[in-house]
């Protein structure tokens, strides 16, 4: 039987297929989709932890208890589980225990580009990265079976166009669970105090022997050996690009990328007189191959930012940066992405922006803000950083901090990486204020749960943290909870709280415009009337979707050069514009 | 076709017009018609009302979900402007749809930007054949708005050497029961336009 599948649709058949029944994760673009087809399948535990290390620990956790366990996360999320991930490659995994890392070359939806190859080798930990959805699927079993060979855990890393891409799979008959749960006490090799650390430190190079003999025979690093004149050695993704545009070529596919079958590869450079490297991002294997004394053209040509396609192949082999041209020559509008229409996020920063403040933002859709016009936030670093960045920037900024130090947090966002922050915060005595944007859901990533929802990825209702108490419990006095898309109101809410000594904590309650149990049921379309419009251009200046400009529309005994226009088939009548409009327009 | 030829379509419009329901459409149906196919897309960002794009690309054997430049056959776009956003990735003979609608970006709004004007017209004296059609009204007639994308799969649907009946099929096993009707409707009225 075959599908059409996305390799994140792939890569929970293929581990649903191998038996797997345990998976934890944080939602991330492009690793969402793979939680998200996973918790379907029959008979499978899936959750959205809090965050990746924690996803991390509690499927360490799941594996030493025998099972076979699946963390999955994008590739900054894995920066977050670091600390478990290098030290449960010391103690091993009992059961079998798989770590995906979805990667982003070109930052589609990222802070960063960079290149979790390079954990596999810094971990010790080895690494299978697929090209199509077909080998997803195939090579999350494949990982799976490696784990539990060499009792390690073990990295699948795709890449956003491996994630995203459709394509035809074929499929299997899912694998019967077998239930090998128990306690296996064993204290030497589980507990990572020094003394036993450093024996489980020379076991991880035993396994390293082991693996560097195993590569050399794994069926998925690939030799077709077609013109000996020109060869590529390439992995994942780029293997699919250069065969598009060199299919004569002779390849080495390296389906594992760490560590590297040394003897194959010395065996490809003997019957291959030219060889290229093509690989996104870092000289990865590149460095590697040239520390074997091998031959190889890489960076020279090739670029080290953004994904490649097999233009970009194609043009660095070939020398000719003569891409294709567009005929049309004038500048084009760009169409950023933006606020949805009714998003509470726009009141928030509408309000914001009035206040002349310094913002710290944070990862979430309301970093779109930045943009002109809202230009609400003016710092975006990682998950979480808002608030510690906020406490950092005013007590380096003394008395000329005072009142103008803001921070800005969603509620998934805080809930993953803000509440120690918060805490230090609270516990330093900060004069900043932060504000945490609760949507009630986790919204750029697609409506995920998480504890502040009150139910779980697999759809059970859950312990719903209650923020105003929890920020209260880290030590918070200065709290308001406020309705964002009630313009006036928050405007109060933040002057006052600017104007406070110590920490302050805004909570902006309301529901994402795009949640459906939200229980918010789209208003009647506002209307702009025609007769009041003054075409001051103030509504325009939220940014709102369905709100246009129409020009030329001009009226006498007015300076008006146009109108706004409200489309009625986006707007859902939250009302922001017409609480802004002077003249009463909008109603 | 020839065993190493893949042709490539573009869907090209902004977030939320059914874009990426319209591609994967397509290539059911093009699976359904025996062929190998693969399509790229992003998800995230762009579905914020920002700019989509989605690579189809199909023959006997597809390696890249993604056309280099100079390469696309048809281009299927979904807002009128949005035509023009993509065109280094079209062979000079290649086919192009486009929704007539207009969806203003930020910058046309604020005054930063104007809204290009004769469009149709410089795609008809760049390229082979440009079809425009005004797929939201036809989608009103059809039923609903937002069948839109099934009025602009109607019109692919003519250029493409796939029999009706296998887009018609895909297409009811692609909507709750309620809706394929109006789908149906709507991609005869692409069909038709």
Redesign the interface.
Known sequence: M?A?MSGNEAIARGAYEAGVRFAAAYPG??ST?IMEQFCKYEGVYAEWSTNEKVAVEVAIGAALAGEKAMAVMKHVGVNVAADPIFTVSYTGINGALVIVSADDPSM??SQNEQDNRNYARFAKIPMLEPA?ADEAKQYIKLAFEISARFDTPVFLRST??VS?????VHLDEPGKYEDKTGFVYNAQKYVMVPVNARTQRVEVEKRERLLNDFVETFPENKMEINNPEVGIITAGMP???S???F?DYSYLKLGMVYPLPEKMIRDFASKVKKIYVVEELDPYLEEQIKALGVKVIGKEIFPYTNEF???VI?DAIEGNLQ??????K???????????PGCPHRGLFYALSKHKAYVHGDIG?YT?SYM??LQGLHSCICMGASIGMAHGMSKAMKAKGKGKVVGVIGDSTFLHSGITSLLNLAYNNSDALIIILDNSTTA???MQEHPGTGYTLMGKEAKKVNLKDLVSVLGIENIEVIDPLDYKATRSAIKEELAKDGPSVIIAQRPCALFKRGGIKPKPALKVDTDKCEGC?SC?GL?C?P???K?GVTKEGSKRKGVSYIDA?LCNGCGLCAQICKFGAIS | MSD?E?KSILFAG??GQGILRAS?IT??VI?EAGF????????????????VTSHVRYGKK??????????IQTLVSFEK??S??????LRKDAAIIVNTEEI?????????????EDIIG?LKN?YGKVIGLNAAELAQKAGN?KTANVVLLGALSNLMNIDKSVWQDVIKKSFPEKLVKMNLAAFQMGIDA
């Open positions: 075959k059409l673009t492009p989709e589609h939806s199509d956003t166009r995203h891409s459709k394509s035809v293997y699919n690009y065969k598009e545009v299919p396609d097999p233009g194609k891409r294709a041209a567009s005929p049309y004038e500048s084009l509008a760009a169409r950023p992405p933006n606020l949805c859709c779109l002109k016009p750029m990533t697609g251009r325009i940014n979707p709100i246009a400009w020009k088939a | 190493r893949v902004v977030g994967d290539c059911e699976m190998d196919v693969k399509k790229s897309e992003v998800h995230g960002m762009a579905q914020r009302g920002g700019c597809v390696y890249s979900p993604l056309a280099k430049t100079g390469s402007m949005e023009l956003r993509y065109l280094q990735f203003n970006p930020p910058a046309v709004n604020m005054g930063d930007d104007p809204y290009p410089f760049h708005i």
